[in-house]
C-alpha cells in the first residue's frame, strides 16, 4: 500500500488546506467568551473538556515545577538539560545576530534597538502525546530571547512536562490546553491568579489552537509565531538513499497525528529518470508498510500515510519544482551531491541535509527550532526564533538644523504631492530663513 503515487503537475503551490470555518467559529467565540467573563470563563471550558476538576486551580506555581523536576530519573533530568542547554546556545547565537544600529542621516543620526517583548505565552501540546520538548523549545528560546515573564500553557501536564518547563525557565505553567488556553494568555483572563496577559503567542496546537491564534492576532492585537496546520515532511531522495531510512523518517511524522503528511519526491541520479524514480518510490511503499505493521503508534500513522503522497520525477529540476510547491515544514535531502541540491531549495520550514540529518534530531533539540511553518505558508516565513520575541525599534535625532534644510524641503514638497497640508505645515516649521547676506563694505 503505502503511499498513492500523484503526477508531479498535479502539485501545486496553494494546494494547502486552509482552517475550517467552524473550528474558526468556535475560537472566535471562545476567545470573546473568555475576554468577557474572564477566569470563570476559562474553568467552565477546562471542565468541559476534562481538564479540571472542580475547584482545581489551572496554574502551577515554580516549586511545583521544580518538585516534577526533582522526581525524575537522574537520566531523564539530564536529557532536559541537555537538549535545553543546545537549544539555549543556538537561540543565543541568533540574538547575537541582530544588534542596535545607527547610521547617519541629514542633520543628525537615526538607528534601530532590539528589545524583548516582556510577557511570552508559549503552548504546548498535551492531548495524544505529552511534549516536554516542545516547552523547551518555545520558552527556552524566549528566554534566551530575554522575555521577562515566561508562562506555558499545556493539558493535563505530566511530570515530565513540568521538569521541562523548570529546565526551560518557565515562571508559571496552566495546565489547560485548547482554544480558552490561548485566550486565557491573549486577554490576561488568570492574571490574579499570577499569569500576565502574553505580549506574544508562539507554540505548535491542533486546528483549534490555531485558529485561537489567528483570532487573538486581530481581536486581542497579541503577536502571534505563525499561522501553522498538520505536520509535515518532504524527503527528496535518489536511488542512492537507503530506502528504510526515508520510510523511517515518513513514519515519524506520519505518527504525530492522523492528519499529517509524509511525502516523498523521488528522482534519479543514474540516467534511468522516472523509470527509476518509480522503483525507488516502490521500495520506499514497500519499506513503509514492512515499518507499519509493528509500528505501536500504527493507528495514528497508517491514517497519515493514506493522506501522503509520493511523486516519481524524471529530473532533479522536477523534483525541486514539485518541493518548492508544497513548501513542506520538514524538508529532508537525501542523494548524491545533496549540499549542492539543498542549496537549490526555496521554500521549506527546516532543512534536513544527508542521510544523518534526520528530523527527528531537529524535533529533539539538536539546536534549531522545532516550531516550524506548514501548510505552504514557508513561502513567506520561517520558524519560531529569537525574532518573535524581539521589538525592532526605530529611532532618530537631529541636532543641525542646517544639514538637515535639504530633508525638511523634500518633507514639505512631498507631503503637498500627497495633499497632506498639515504635514506640509509641520516640515516648514523646521525651514530655517536663509542665511542674511554679507554687507559689502
Known amino acids: 500500500m503505502g503511499v498513492k503515487i500523484v503526477e508531479a503537475s498535479s502539485v501545486n503551490a496553494g494546494d494547502s488546506e486552509t482552517l475550517d470555518t467552524k473550528v474558526m467559529e468556535f ?11 474572564g477566569a470563570p470563563a476559562v474553568y467552565a471550558y477546562a471542565g468541559q473538556f476534562g481538564e479540571l476538576t472542580e475547584g482545581q486551580s489551572a496554574v502551577v506555581d515554580k516549586a511545583a515545577m521544580k518538585a516534577a523536576y526533582d522526581g525524575l530519573d537522574a537520566d531523564d533530568r539530564a536529557c532536559l538539560e541537555a537538549c535545553g542547554a ?9 540574538k547575537a545576530s541582530f544588534v542596535d544600529m545607527e547610521t547617519p542621516i541629514p542633520g543628525g543620526v537615526a538607528g534601530h534597538t532590539v528589545s524583548p517583548v516582556e510577557v511570552a505565552g ?15 523549545m518555545t520558552a527556552v528560546t ?31 505553567l496552566v495546565a489547560v490546553g485548547g482554544a480558552h488556553a490561548i485566550a486565557a494568555m491573549a486577554t490576561g483572563a488568570l ?5 500576565p496577559r502574553a505580549d506574544v503567542l508562539c507554540g505548535p496546537g491542533n486546528a483549534w489552537v490555531t ?3 489567528a483570532c487573538a492576532a486581530t481581536s486581542a492585537r497579541v503577536g502571534i509565531d ?10 527528496i531522495c535518489d536511488e542512492t538513499a537507503d530506502a528504510a531510512t526515508v520510510a523511517a523518517d515518513m513514519l515519524a511524522q506520519a505518527e504525530h497525528d492522523v492528519v499529517a503528511r509524509p511525502i516523498v519526491v523521488a528522482f534519479s541520479s543514474d540516467g534511468s529518470g522516472k523509470a527509476g524514480a518509480l522503483k525507488m518510490v516502490a521500495k520506499i511503499n514497500a519499506a513503509l508498510d514492512a515499518q507499519l505493521e509493528n509500528l505501536p503508534t500504527k493507528a495514528v500513522a497508517a491514517p497519515a500515510c493514506a493522506r501522503g503522497f509520493a511523486v516519481a520525477c524524471e529530473s532533479v529540476d522536477e523534483a525541486l519544482r514539485v518541493s518548492d510547491a508544497v513548501a513542506p515544514e520538514h524538508l529532508e535531502v537525501i542523494c548524491e551531491n545533496e549540499r549542492a541540491v539543498a542549496d537549490r531549495c526555496n521554500h521549506y520550514g527546516g532543512l534536513f541535509v544527508g ?3 534526520a528530523e527527528v534530531m531537529g524535533d529533539y533539540g539538536i539546536g534549531p527550532n522545532h516550531t516550524l511553518p506548514t501548510s505552504g505558508t514557508a513561502r513567506y516565513t520561517g520558524g519560531l526564533c529569537v525574532m518573535d520575541f524581539l521589538r525592532i525599534r526605530t529611532w532618530m535625532r537631529i541636532d543641525d538644523g542646517p544639514a538637515s534644510q535639504c530633508a525638511v524641503r523634500d518633507a514639505v514638497r512631498l507631503a503637498r504631492i500627497e495633499g497632506l497640508e498639515g504635514h506640509a505645515r509641520a516640515a516648514e516649521a523646521r525651514l530655517l530663513p536663509p542665511p542674511a547676506k554679507k554687507q559689502k563694505v
Not at 475560537?27 to 467573563?37: G, M, N, P, R
Not at 503552548?123 to 502525546?129: K, T
Not at 534566551?144 to 508559571?172: E, I, Q, R
Not at 492574571?191 to 499569569?195: I, M, P, R, W, Y
Open 86 to 94: 543546545r537549544i539555549k546556545a543556538f537561540a543565543l547565537a541568533q
Open 211 to 213: 485558529a485561537a491564534k
Open 191 to 195: 492574571a490574579e491568579e499570577g499569569v
Open 226 to 235: 505563525m499561522i501553522a496546520g498538520p505536520s509535515e515532511v518532504l524527503v
Open 122 to 136: 508559549c503552548y504546548a501540546p498535551g492531548g495524544r502525546y505529552p511534549l516536554p520538548s516542545s516547552v523547551l
Open 142 to 172: 524566549a528566554r534566551a530571547a530575554g522575555v521577562k515573564t515566561v508562562v506555558v500553557a499545556t493539558p493535563k501536564p505530566l511530570p515530565v512536562t513540568l521538569a521541562a518547563a523548570h529546565v526551560a525557565g518557565a515562571d508559571v
Open 27 to 37: 475560537a472566535e467565540q471562545c476567545l470573546a467568551k473568555v475576554k468577557a467573563e
Open 355 to 357: 542521510s544523518r540529518s
